[in-house]
T-cell receptor, first 112, second 112 residues
Framework: EAQVTQNPRYLITVTGKKLTVTCSQNMNHEYMSWYRQDPGLGLRQIYY???????DKGDVPEGYKVSRKEKRNFPLILESPSPNQTSLYFC???????????FGQGTRLTVV | SQQGEEDPQALSIQEGENATMNCSYKTSINNLQWYRQNSGRGLVHLILIRSNEREKHSGRLRVTLDTSKKSSSLLITASRAADTASYFC????????????FGKGTMLLVSP
């Protein structure tokens, strides 16, 4: 079954404690991206990757890092999380950046 | 930066009625896509319409695109309670390498 898998689904952490949210896709897609969704603000893109070892900033990259060492995986790293990064995070993949996107189920992150 | 803006923000109808949501955008697009999100879940792709297309159908969904007015509409006919969800338009701009930019969504409530 074609899917994008994110882990964990829920995470509560403390300010400053590094964390990683994993994302994996099984569709051999070139393009992957991370979004955050906040009430009243819709989905905003954090980072995206057009291929292995190729990443670029989206609209709200501050406080986040990503890596794309393998085609199927695109982890999101928060080196020093802060409360304003409390949000619902989605990973997505698509064949190309302009084609149909497949979304993971989301990671609800709370930073206290 | 957000390009698409959905209207209305919220819509409440009875089962069997039609639901129409609109999306306006600012710059020239390559394509426009509609997605659905059940509460707190991942987004699901509904339909993609290219800039040279004016109308597309998929089951009970009908999407129109008016590039002269920079607007699109999503019509759901004969709504069901299961259609209750948030609906987002996402645009791919026509300049350089572009990715999906989402609007803030329309929340649709279909009452039995």
């Amino acid at each position: 079954e074609a899917q994008v898998t994110q882990n964990p689904r829920y995470l509560i952490t403390v300010t400053g404690k590094k964390l990683t949210v994993t994302c994996s896709q099984n569709m051999n897609h070139e393009y992957m991206s991370w979004y955050r969704q906040d009430p009243g603000l819709g989905l905003r893109q954090i980072y995206y990757s057009m291929n292995v070892e190729v990443t670029d900033k989206g609209d709200v990259p501050e406080g986040y890092k990503v890596s794309r060492k393998e085609k199927r995986n695109f982890p999101l790293i928060l080196e020093s999380p802060s409360p304003n990064q409390t949000s619902l995070y989605f990973c997505a993949s698509s064949l190309w950046g302009h084609t149909e996107a497949f979304f993971g189920q989301g990671t609800r992150l709370t930073v206290v | 930066s957000q390009q698409g803006e959905e209207d209305p923000q919220a819509l409440s109808i009875q089962e069997g009625e039609n639901a129409t949501m609109n999306c306006s955008y600012k710059t020239s697009i390559n394509n426009l896509q509609w997605y659905r999100q059940n509460s707190g879940r991942g987004l699901v792709h509904l339909i993609l319409i290219r800039s040279n297309e004016r109308e597309k159908h998929s089951g009970r969904l009908r999407v129109t695109l008016d590039t002269s007015k920079k607007s699109s509409s999503l019509l759901i006919t004969a709504s069901r309670a299961a259609d209750t969800a948030s609906y987002f338009c996402a645009t791919v701009m026509n300049s350089g390498y572009s990715t999906l930019t989402f609007g803030k969504g329309t929340m649709l409530l279909v009452s039995p």
